[in-house]
Structure formats: structure tokens, C-alpha cells
């Protein structure tokens, strides 16, 4: 019974860990008088981001040959969008290919090669947009050099086929039989670039209406909306870190204090982020368990 079910049991257990992490959290301070326009235009480019990452999930697998509907990437991606809470990142990989995997009956083994090639793709350009804040805040030594080295590795693993070898040869001896790996062409991969860097965009627009909202409406320098993509994939690479939890909040701090914002103002816009992006969360995951009652 418990394996018949696996999938959901991951979901809801997952949930309880998101509760818990949230409530042990700090005290916040929103602002007293502000126009709410900034606070729902902050909340229209998070829904716009959770949308384009499941179209970022579908063209993924279309580059794996795996054809999917829009409404199966919603269902995918939103059911298990509260497993990286769960403390382990494997659970952020494998998460979303467990629905495709049950009623599609598609390899465990391709679809996470998917959903790997995606995540990778998201640090990468994640991590080339928050590269510019720490142009702007951080030194050469503590900022910068580390970036270029993390991002060339990066790019080195998806477009070098001695990487891919390479990592087929350890996971043949890790797992001790043979797995035959298949990552998408370079042209496919270049092609999925723009709908990655979209979602970024996307969610970077929208936190930066979140900051200027919770500065009481005020002007906040347009670098801020680039310490979101940052701060989360900085949450992505620490393993120990469930959903980035702490890693992208001191993240986004920190730029907020190097950027000139005071007093309360950083831990607010750091701490609010966090709460602002599980609503994004919360919403694709109603939307995809109303799309999976709907095709039972």
C-alpha cells in the first residue's frame, strides 16, 4: 500500500516539513502605509513564473523527446513542488518525474536525466544574471572569481562530452551496473536557454515590486531584483540546506545591506521573500492536485 502510493506520501510529507521550517522562523516587519499596486504587481510576475516553469519543464522534456501536455508539466511540477523541503536535494530532482513516471510509464532513469539537465540549466542562468549584483556589490576574490569558476564547471558538464563519461563511469560504479546517459544536444540546449532565463526575469520583476512594496512604496534600486535568482541558486548548491531555507535569506540580506538598505528593512524584504514565494508554491501546487482530481 505504502508503495501503490509513494508519490503522494512524498507530497504530504513534505508539506509537514514546509510548516515546520516556517513557523521556527523570525518576526517580519510590512509596511504601514503603501500603495498595494507595487504588492500585486509583485504577485502577477509570481504566478507568471510558476507558469513558465512548467512550459521550462515541457520544452525539457520535448528536447528528451518526451512529449508532454502543458497540463501534464503543471501536474508534474506542482505536486511534488514542496518535496525539496525535505532535507536531502535529490528530492528536488527526482520530485517531478514521478507523475510522468506513473501514468506515463516513461524510464525513471530519462526523466531524471530531464529534470537534471533543467536544474543545471537554471543555476547556470541564474547565476549569469545574479553574476551582475555581485558586479556591483561584491569584490573580485570573494564574488566574482568563485561564480566564473562554479559557472564555467557548469557549462563544461552540459556541452563537454568527457564530462558526461565521465559522470556515466561513477554512477556505473555507484550503482554497479550499466546506465546509459543521454544528455540533449548542444543546439537543443542552447534553445532552451531563453525560456529559463524568461522564468528568472520573471520572478526577478516580481521580487523587485515585492521590495519596493514592503519599502513603503519607495524607489529600490533595480540591482535588488537580480539577488533573487542568486540567492536561490546559492540555496540549490548547499546540500544541507532543505529549499535553501536560511542559505537564500542571508543571501538576499546581504545584498539588500550592500545596496545601502538599513535597519529593519533587509531582514524584512529577506524574510517576506521567502513567504512570498511559497504563496507561488502553494498556488501551482492547488492548481496541479485540481488538474490531477479533474483526471480521476
Given at each position: 500500500?505504502?508503495?501503490?502510493?509513494?508519490?503522494?506520501?512524498?507530497?504530504?510529507?513534505?508539506?509537514?516539513f514546509?510548516?515546520?521550517?516556517?513557523?521556527?522562523?523570525?518576526?517580519?516587519?510590512?509596511?504601514?502605509?503603501?500603495?498595494?499596486?507595487?504588492?500585486?504587481?509583485?504577485?502577477?510576475f509570481?504566478?507568471?513564473?510558476?507558469?513558465?516553469?512548467?512550459i521550462?519543464?515541457?520544452?525539457?522534456?520535448?528536447?528528451?523527446?518526451?512529449?508532454?501536455?502543458?497540463k501534464?508539466?503543471?501536474?508534474?511540477?506542482?505536486?511534488?513542488?514542496?518535496?525539496?523541503?525535505?532535507?536531502?536535494?535529490?528530492?528536488?530532482?527526482?520530485g517531478?518525474?514521478?507523475?510522468?513516471?506513473?501514468?506515463?510509464?516513461?524510464?525513471?532513469?530519462?526523466?531524471?536525466?530531464?529534470?537534471?539537465?533543467?536544474?543545471?540549466?537554471?543555476?547556470i542562468?541564474?547565476?549569469?544574471?545574479?553574476?551582475?549584483?555581485?558586479?556591483?556589490?561584491?569584490?573580485?576574490?570573494?564574488?566574482?572569481?568563485?561564480?566564473?569558476?562554479?559557472?564555467?564547471?557548469?557549462?563544461?558538464f552540459?556541452?563537454?562530452?568527457?564530462?558526461?563519461?565521465?559522470?556515466?563511469?561513477?554512477?556505473?560504479?555507484?550503482?554497479?551496473?550499466?546506465?546509459?546517459?543521454?544528455?540533449?544536444?548542444?543546439s537543443?540546449?542552447?534553445?532552451?536557454?531563453?525560456?529559463?532565463?524568461?522564468?528568472?526575469?520573471?520572478?526577478?520583476?516580481?521580487?523587485?515590486?515585492?521590495?519596493?512594496?514592503?519599502?513603503?512604496?519607495?524607489?529600490?534600486?533595480?540591482?535588488?531584483?537580480?539577488?533573487?535568482?542568486?540567492?536561490v541558486?546559492?540555496?540549490?548548491?548547499?546540500?544541507?540546506?532543505?529549499?535553501?531555507?536560511?542559505?537564500?535569506?542571508?543571501?538576499?540580506?546581504?545584498?539588500?545591506e550592500?545596496?545601502?538598505?538599513?535597519?529593519?528593512?533587509?531582514?524584512?524584504?529577506?524574510?517576506?521573500?521567502?513567504?512570498?514565494?511559497t504563496?507561488?508554491?502553494?498556488t501551482i501546487?492547488?492548481?496541479?492536485?485540481i488538474?490531477?482530481?479533474?483526471?480521476?
Amino acid at each position: 500500500m505504502i508503495k501503490k502510493h509513494w508519490f503522494n506520501i512524498l507530497v504530504y510529507l513534505s508539506l509537514v516539513f514546509l510548516v515546520v521550517k516556517l513557523l521556527s522562523g523570525n518576526h517580519i516587519e510590512l509596511p504601514e502605509n503603501s500603495s498595494h499596486s507595487q504588492l500585486l504587481m509583485s504577485l502577477f510576475f509570481l504566478f507568471l513564473s510558476f507558469f513558465l516553469l512548467s512550459i521550462r519543464w515541457k520544452l525539457v522534456l520535448k528536447a528528451m523527446d518526451i512529449n508532454a501536455t502543458v497540463k501534464e508539466s503543471i501536474i508534474s511540477v506542482g505536486l511534488p513542488v514542496f518535496s525539496k523541503y525535505i532535507p536531502g536535494k535529490v528530492f528536488m530532482i527526482i520530485g517531478k518525474t514521478g507523475y510522468l513516471n506513473k501514468e506515463k510509464g516513461l524510464p525513471v532513469s530519462l526523466l531524471s536525466i530531464a529534470a537534471l539537465t533543467d536544474q543545471i540549466l537554471a543555476i547556470i542562468t541564474g547565476l549569469a544574471m545574479g553574476s551582475i549584483v555581485m558586479l556591483k556589490t561584491g569584490s573580485i576574490l570573494t564574488g566574482i572569481i568563485p561564480i566564473i569558476l562554479l559557472w564555467s564547471g557548469l557549462v563544461v558538464f552540459l556541452f563537454h562530452p568527457g564530462a558526461i563519461r565521465l559522470l556515466t563511469k561513477l554512477i556505473d560504479k555507484l550503482l554497479h551496473r550499466t546506465i546509459n546517459i543521454q544528455m540533449p544536444s548542444s543546439s537543443l540546449i542552447l534553445k532552451l536557454l531563453p525560456i529559463h532565463l524568461a522564468y528568472w526575469l520573471s520572478i526577478s520583476t516580481g521580487f523587485f515590486f515585492l521590495s519596493s512594496w514592503i519599502n513603503s512604496g519607495q524607489f529600490v534600486s533595480p540591482f535588488i531584483a537580480l539577488a533573487f535568482p542568486f540567492a536561490v541558486c546559492a540555496g540549490m548548491l548547499v546540500l544541507i540546506a532543505p529549499g535553501g531555507i536560511g542559505v537564500r535569506e542571508s543571501v538576499i540580506l546581504a545584498v539588500c545591506e550592500s545596496i545601502g538598505l538599513t535597519g529593519a528593512l533587509p531582514a524584512s524584504i529577506a524574510i517576506t521573500s521567502r513567504f512570498w514565494f511559497t504563496l507561488g508554491e502553494l498556488t501551482i501546487f492547488i492548481t496541479a492536485l485540481i488538474l490531477k482530481k479533474m483526471e480521476d
